[in-house]
């Protein structure tokens, strides 16, 4: 089992949908969760840190299950220019080190 | 300011040569970080310095050498590379090399060895 595991993709959405992305972790006793994006050709840049609380930035939504150790990203009201391949990233057994997850890439049409 | 500048953008080396990647910061960051990314895939974790000492190396070839002159530049030395190295090489930084630090990128030196 891989230690951080995404919905394959690609989605493929129109302007204005409402897309979600699922990502499981292996290791219970991980603490630090993000959401990366990353373009074409580009560095990842962090989206957001995901919160046990959960947490909102505008339209994007993301969501910790401890519990079920499950991190979820919610993207409402898609724009063109959110196309991009999303990484769910978890902190490893060692200061410093993220797990990544295979990304999900997201297409959204006009 | 969230910025690391990486120099060169690109760079074509042959196998035989000898080059250097370059990373800098100005954030104060005490935790800097080497990736490799090949396409479609996400990056690999090569090397973590912490306060300017090698604290975690995932077993890379040594023809790949970290260097971290002072807490703002780190450099990776290459030599005798193979063309399965050709990737996007990223650095990263974070304020300490923690559970709970956020890393940011840099743009990455896109590399071909030929």
């Known amino acids: 089992r891989k230690e951080v595991e995404q919905d394959p993709g690609p989605f493929n959405v129109p302007e204005g949908a409402t897309v979600a992305f699922n990502c499981t972790y292996s290791?219970?006793?991980?603490?630090?969760f993000f959401w990366y994006r990353q373009d074409c050709r580009k560095e990842p840049k962090l989206l957001m840190s995901?919160?046990?609380s959960g947490n909102e930035d505008g339209r994007f939504t993301a969501q910790l299950n401890r519990a079920s150790q499950y991190i979820s990203l919610l993207i409402r009201d898609s724009k063109l220019s959110d196309s991009a391949t999303y990484l769910c990233?978890?902190?490893?057994?060692?200061?410093?080190?993220?797990?990544f997850g295979q990304g999900t890439e997201l297409s959204v049409k006009p | 300011d969230t910025e690391v500048t990486q120099t060169p953008k690109h760079l074509v080396m042959g196998m035989t040569n000898k080059k250097s990647l370059k990373c800098e910061q100005h954030?104060?960051?005490?935790?800097m970080y080497w990736y490799k990314q090949k396409a479609k895939k996400p990056p690999e974790l090569m090397f973590v310095?912490?306060?300017?000492?090698?604290?975690i190396n995932e077993s890379v070839p040594s023809r790949f050498s970290p260097e971290c002159p002072n807490s703002s530049l780190l450099n990776l030395h290459l030599h005798a590379l193979q063309p399965e190295d050709s990737a996007l090489y990223l650095c990263?930084?974070?304020?300490?090399?923690?559970?709970?630090?956020?890393?940011?990128f840099g743009p990455g030196t896109r590399l071909t060895v030929l």
């Open positions: 990263a930084s974070s304020p300490f090399a923690g559970s709970t630090d956020t890393q940011y």
């Open positions: 290791n219970s006793a991980s603490q630090s």
């Open positions: 995901v919160y046990s």
């Open positions: 990233v978890v902190n490893g057994d060692q200061g410093g080190k993220l797990i």
């Open positions: 954030m104060g960051h005490r935790a």
């Open positions: 310095y912490s306060y300017e000492k090698l604290s």
